[in-house]
């Protein structure tokens, strides 16, 4: 991969009724250009609508891949790939960095009625999760717009050290940045 490619990194940092998203322009060189901030309601369902509004304020065509630090952020505030894919026609990464027997349980536990019914829709729209190994370390990705084999390569083209993605790192540090200063709280 070249250098200069571009991806969006987004993450959150969560306390209180608000969850701080950051999304981080990170080139595959290490280079950090650009930061643009959201928010969502801890617990809702408003976090799609976060990401793509955050993706958006960037008006960036130089960016064609999005990597996502969670597919549940801010309690269960499920995102929806396929959405974010189709309205800004780029392509999405969803990182997460354990493994788990899924999220149905705890959704469960959480909540009940409509608000379960609803992000249980929604998560078993999601792609599946795929292990894959890189640097030694086991992440698992999905992966809407493109190729499971592309993701992977974009993954690991952004992860210089260790397992997490480059943009994933910078913008999780710009989310609990934004959101302590935002907040005065973690």
Same mark, same amino acid.
């Given at each position: 991969?070249?250098?200069?490619? &571009?991806?969006?990194?987004? =993450?959150?940092?969560?306390?209180?009724?608000?969850?701080?998203?950051?999304?981080?322009?990170? $080139?595959?060189?290490?280079?950090?250009?650009?930061?643009?901030?959201? /928010?969502?309601?801890?617990?809702?369902? @408003?976090?799609?609508?976060?990401?793509?509004?955050?993706?958006?304020?960037? @008006? &960036? %065509?130089?960016?064609?891949?999005?990597?996502?630090?969670?597919?549940?952020?801010?309690?269960? #505030?499920?995102? @929806?790939?396929? !959405?974010?894919? +189709?309205?800004?026609? !780029? /392509?999405?990464?969803?990182?997460?960095?354990?493994?788990?027997?899924?999220?149905?349980?705890?959704? +469960?536990?959480?909540?009940?009625?409509? $608000?379960?019914?609803? !992000?249980?829709?929604?998560?078993?729209?999601?792609? %599946? !999760?795929?292990?894959?190994?890189? #640097?030694?370390?086991?992440?698992?990705?999905?992966?809407?717009?493109?190729?499971? /084999?592309? *993701?992977?390569?974009?993954? +690991? =083209?952004?992860?210089?050290?260790?397992?997490?993605?480059? %943009?994933? $790192?910078?913008?999780?540090?710009? *989310?609990?940045?934004?959101?302590?200063?935002?907040?005065?709280?973690?």
């Amino acid at each position: 991969m070249k250098s200069g490619a &571009r991806a969006l990194g987004i =993450a959150e940092s969560a306390a209180g009724e608000r969850s701080t998203l950051a999304g981080a322009v990170v $080139r595959a060189d290490r280079t950090v250009e650009e930061f643009a901030f959201s /928010s969502c309601t801890v617990g809702g369902t @408003d976090a799609t609508g976060a990401v793509i509004s955050l993706i958006d304020e960037f @008006d &960036r %065509p130089d960016i064609d891949d999005v990597i996502l630090g969670a597919i549940a952020p801010a309690w269960y #505030n499920i995102v @929806d790939l396929s !959405r974010i894919a +189709r309205t800004t026609n !780029r /392509s999405v990464i969803a990182v997460t960095f354990e493994d788990s027997d899924g999220l149905e349980d705890g959704l +469960r536990d959480a909540f009940s009625g409509d $608000r379960l019914a609803q !992000r249980l829709e929604r998560y078993r729209s999601l792609p %599946p !999760r795929r292990p894959v190994l890189v #640097n030694g370390e086991t992440v698992y990705v999905r992966a809407v717009g493109l190729e499971h /084999s592309k *993701a992977v390569e974009l993954v +690991r =083209a952004f992860t210089p050290d260790g397992g997490r993605p480059e %943009p994933i $790192r910078v913008a999780r540090a710009a *989310a609990r940045a934004g959101h302590e200063y935002r907040f005065g709280d973690r």
